[in-house]
């Protein structure tokens, strides 16, 4: 069991080149999340998912795409990559965000991938 | 708007002594859910412990506690017996979901708390 991986882990862009990281779970989760990590502000939601073929903006969605097209992956992509975009992507994934149902709401991030846009 | 503010950037405390984190959040809801992350320099993030707002009794995990102060919308970490691999960023999240797929979701961190923990 995996849990949570992303690909990839390191990733330098120059600015106005476009790539895709690809976030993978093998829990059967139906939610998924993309977040990015930057010095002094913690996590910020960036999309999110709750099932296959839905997404849904977060908090700082703009610069950003995503898909959903199979249940065990998230896709996100920059289009036009700026230095603004530099950061540390995670990717996370949960059951259900049901509060009915016990413990499914707790998040399982992924390792992390590194991006730096030059 | 929801907030979350950890307001202890970094903290040191000795091995086997015990440490509490805070954190403050700021909200209209009445049913939420808190937790506290650990994410080591290995950069994973780990779930050390959650809390439903609707319950009053603290959570517990090992030597992980929180004292959970609903009408002060506080929710404190307590570290018992610290061990080096305790050294860690700790992040404070407040979680929200609307009812039905179309709700608005809401998972908001602070900006964490850097503890080292010393031999």
């Known amino acids: 069991n995996a849990g949570v991986t992303q690909t990839p882990k390191f990733r330098v862009l120059k600015t106005g080149q476009s790539m895709t990281l690809l976030c993978a779970q093998d829990?059967?989760?139906?939610?998924m999340y993309w977040y990015r990590q930057d010095p002094g502000m913690g996590l910020r939601l960036i999309h999110y998912?709750?099932?296959?073929?839905?997404?849904a903006k977060g908090e700082v969605p703009d610069g950003y795409n995503v898909s959903r097209l199979k249940k065990q992956n998230f896709l996100l992509g920059l289009e036009s990559a700026a230095p603004s975009q530099t950061s540390v992507y995670f990717c996370?994934?949960?059951?259900?965000?049901?509060?009915?149902?016990?413990?499914?709401?707790?998040?399982?991030f992924g390792p992390g991938t590194r991006l730096t846009v030059l | 708007a929801q907030t979350v503010t950890q307001s202890q950037p970094e903290m040191s405390v000795q091995e086997a002594e015990t440490v509490t984190l805070s954190c403050t959040y700021d909200?209209?809801?009445?049913?939420?859910?808190l937790f506290w992350y650990k994410q080591p320099p290995s950069r994973q993030m780990i779930l050390v412990i959650r809390?439903?707002?609707?319950?009053?009794q603290n959570a517990t995990e090992n030597r992980f506690s929180v004292n959970f102060q609903k009408a002060a919308k506080s929710f404190s970490l307590k570290i018992s017996d610290s061990q080096l691999g305790d050294t860690a960023m700790y992040f404070c999240?407040?979680?929200?979901?609307?009812?039905?797929?179309?709700?608005?979701?809401?998972?908001?961190f602070g900006t964490g708390t850097r503890l080292k923990v010393l031999a």
């Open positions: 996370a994934s949960s059951y259900s965000i049901d509060p009915g149902l016990a413990d499914t709401d707790t998040q399982y």
């Open positions: 829990m059967n989760h139906e939610y």
């Open positions: 998912s709750v099932g296959e073929g839905t997404t």
């Open positions: 909200t209209s809801e009445n049913n939420y859910y």
């Open positions: 809390q439903e707002a609707y319950k009053q």
């Open positions: 999240a407040f979680m929200k979901h609307g009812l039905g797929i179309g709700g608005t979701y809401k998972y908001i």
